[in-house]
């Protein structure tokens, strides 16, 4: 199964490799903090994650073929 | 003439109640571009060593930015500046909303206010003309009744800025609100306002601004628009504003708890996005040209009685809510409301007013000394200590100088925990175990603030425990940052949104004329970030090093509970910290700008200082 991973914000500043979108090949369902640390990110990281636009939590597993949007923390004015 | 600018400064004498106007220099466009660079060019020329920020010598200067109004999105900064009251140093602050076009529009890029009124007074700017109106009728007045009254006499299409009863109480840290509920918060550009007797400034604007390229312009502007509604950041992050970081901000440890004593508040989903939605929010507001309205406008709730009020956003929800150990959402945007009816900056009033809580906890300040029991998690408590801080009453007049003076009368040790940098009170991040973040406030210009760089993340993505790049980090936000501040634009569709800061190179030619890279900008912002660290080496006698050091609390105590419970970095490692930046920034070992820096960066003018 595979997943996209969209990243937002500063998370691109940091991870470039993951700048454009990213198809990720998982050898089964994973949870969002597994697909997370498979890439080498801290899965407490982004401050939200979007699965069809809809919020999820870090123990959801997405069904093959979804896009996650990893939101970077953002700062006050 | 590079277009794209009011074209002017206006020079308002209040002493003698005259007004000049002279051309902006042509060359300040290409150095300091506008806004934060026109005030710290101004500002080096203008106020000279000894002044007393509080005197007629000190002036209060604002200016708005090449982009402000100009099609892209979220152009609605006003910068503004003076020798701050609450730091002795460089002051500066800005705010959103629409009086930033509006006085480009009547042809103003710096706005200059000298001397002292001898009544207070409405100063009245109407295309560039400057008339005065008698305010001593509502001088004592809040900031929402003045900023109606004065909307009510001269129209709805007036832009009006406002000081409320802290300023004219003399409140270190008094903030210039507009439009309901924006504020210039931070360094006491209110105090100094209200110390020239000028309770309201009143703008409205006709004049076209002449663009080098208006097609092209329109064109980047609709591209702009057009990138920040289509990124999933946007539609996610809108509906909340700044609150949507709350359970982030708790879940690492950042969010400043009970003055700072650790960074996680139980209950913090009381106070997150939704619940702010859903029990205050009545209407989104925005700023001139903004496609993400942040501006959330509703009413606290304290014990039934109802506030109107705008917000509140993430700063005052951490310094009002979780550093005064308060858990509700509706009780901490009343607080916002009176902080803001004040005229107060919620985040150094959380931010004193959580000291004076620890101070009654642990036994330094009596419910006799401060007029009443100051626990957290009493909003009742907060809110009327707020109004006594605004009127100088009782200890409210103590913690109405800023924490690092409250704390020095005080004594005991109490200064441990002033949560301060520069005498500036500490803002939303609670940052002993980020390193990036620690040292984005110890080197902040202003003193405690975030905005210069928000560096949390990068400790989080890199590791809080590693040094390695985190300088390097600092500094390119210190850069990137601001830049938005000279632009006379905001950053969230970058921070926030997504985009890309480099494409905002893209206006500067149809705008201007002025052919930029990337690189460029960043130069102006480096140009401006030493010009405003000589500024405070004249100003303050004996600035350097020690001035940049962080709270004592941050590298003496570890928090209790959470993700970092127990870890803190030494003094010396903070040291460390501080070596690796000056040596990047080309400052010697107490932090001062080397001659060679500033020759480097066409800051001459400022090497004879270094002989001071």
């Known amino acids: ?77 | 003439m590079i277009p794209g600018y009011g074209g002017n400064i206006l020079r308002v004498n209040l002493t003698a109640k005259s007004s000049a106007t002279t051309p902006i220099p042509e060359s300040w466009k290409r150095e300091y571009l506008g806004g934060r660079g026109f005030i710290a060019r101004a500002f080096w020329d203008e106020i000279k060593p000894g002044t007393d920020p509080l005197g007629p010598d000190n002036k209060l200067l604002m200016a708005p930015g090449p982009y402000t109004g100009q099609f892209l999105s979220s152009s609605g900064k006003l910068h503004m500046g003076a020798l701050s009251p609450a730091t002795g140093g460089y002051g500066d602050s800005n705010m959103g909303g629409h009086v930033s076009f509006e006085l480009k529009q009547a042809g103003v890029d710096l706005l200059i206010l000298e001397g002292i009124a001898d009544t207070p007074v409405t100063v009245v700017i109407d295309d560039g003309k400057v008339t005065y109106r008698d305010a001593s009728p509502y001088w004592e007045g809040t900031t929402f009744d003045t900023e109606r009254r004065l909307k009510e006499e001269l129209g709805e299409e007036w832009q009006i800025m406002v000081i409320g009863p802290a300023a004219v109480n003399g409140v270190v840290f008094a903030c210039i609100q507009h439009d309901f509920g924006r504020q210039a918060g931070r360094t006491g550009v209110g105090t100094v306002m209200a110390s020239k007797k000028v309770k309201a400034i009143a703008v409205r604007g006709t004049k076209d601004v002449r663009l080098f390229d208006a097609k092209r312009t329109l064109a980047e502007g609709e591209k702009m628009m057009d990138q920040v509604m289509k990124q999933p950041g946007f539609t996610a992050w809108q509906p909340y504003g700044t609150p949507e970081v709350v359970p982030w901000a708790s879940s690492q440890g950042v969010m400043p708890t009970r003055n700072f004593q650790t960074g996680v508040i139980e209950g913090f989903h009381n106070l997150d996005g939704p619940t702010m939605k859903a029990k205050v929010t009545e209407i989104d507001k925005g700023c001139t040209s903004c496609a993400i309205p942040c501006g959330k406008w509703g009413k606290g709730v304290l014990n039934g009685k109802e506030k109107p009020q705008e917000g509140p956003e993430y700063e005052s929800i951490a310094l009002l809510g979780s550093n005064l150990g308060i858990t509700d959402i509706q009780q901490v945007a009343y607080l916002n409301g009176t902080c803001d009816e004040l005229g107060l900056d919620s985040i150094s009033a959380g931010n004193v007013v959580a000291w004076s809580m620890e101070c009654f906890e642990k036994g330094f300040l009596s419910a006799a000394d401060l007029g009443r029991e100051m626990r957290f998690g009493d909003a009742e408590a907060a809110a009327a200590m707020f109004h006594d801080i605004a009127y100088g009453h009782g200890f409210g007049k103590i913690l109405g100088q800023g924490v690092r003076a409250a704390a020095t009368r005080v004594g005991l040790g109490t200064e441990r925990f002033a949560m301060h940098v520069k005498g500036l009170e500490i803002s939303g991040y609670e940052a002993r175990y980020a390193p990036a973040m620690m040292l984005s406030y110890m080197t902040c210009d202003i003193g405690g603030n975030h905005s210069r760089s928000w560096a949390v993340t990068f400790d989080v993505a890199t590791g809080r425990e590693n040094f390695e790049g985190k300088a390097e980090r600092v500094i390119w936000l210190q850069h990137v940052r601001p830049l938005f501040d000279a632009l006379g634009c905001c950053r969230f569709p970058w921070v926030e949104a997504g985009l890309d800061p480099e494409s905002y190179v893209a206006f500067i030619e149809p705008i201007t004329g002025m052919q930029f890279t990337w690189d460029d900008m960043l130069k102006v912002s480096e140009r401006v970030w030493n010009l405003t660290r000589m500024i405070s080496y004249r100003h303050i006698p004996g600035f350097g090093r020690s001035f940049d050091s962080p709270p004592p609390r941050w590298v003496e105590e570890g928090h209790e509970t959470g993700p970092t419970a127990g870890k803190h970095f030494t003094p010396e490692q903070a040291q460390d910290l501080l070596d690796r930046y000056y040596k990047l920034r080309g400052w010697d070992v107490n932090g001062i700008p080397k001659a060679e820096k500033l020759q480097e960066l066409g800051l001459e003018f400022c090497v004879a200082a270094l002989c001071k």
């Open chain 1, 1 to 77: 199964m595979q997943v996209t991973l969209r990243l937002e914000g500063h998370l691109r500043e940091f991870f470039p490799a993951l700048n454009a979108p990213q198809t990720v090949v998982l050898d089964g369902p994973k949870t969002v903090a597994e697909i997370l640390e498979a890439v080498g990110m801290p899965p407490t990281l982004p401050s939200s994650v979007l699965c069809g636009r809809v919020r999820v939590p870090l123990d959801h597993v997405p069904a093959s073929g979804d896009e996650l949007v990893l939101l970077s923390p953002l700062a006050g004015g």
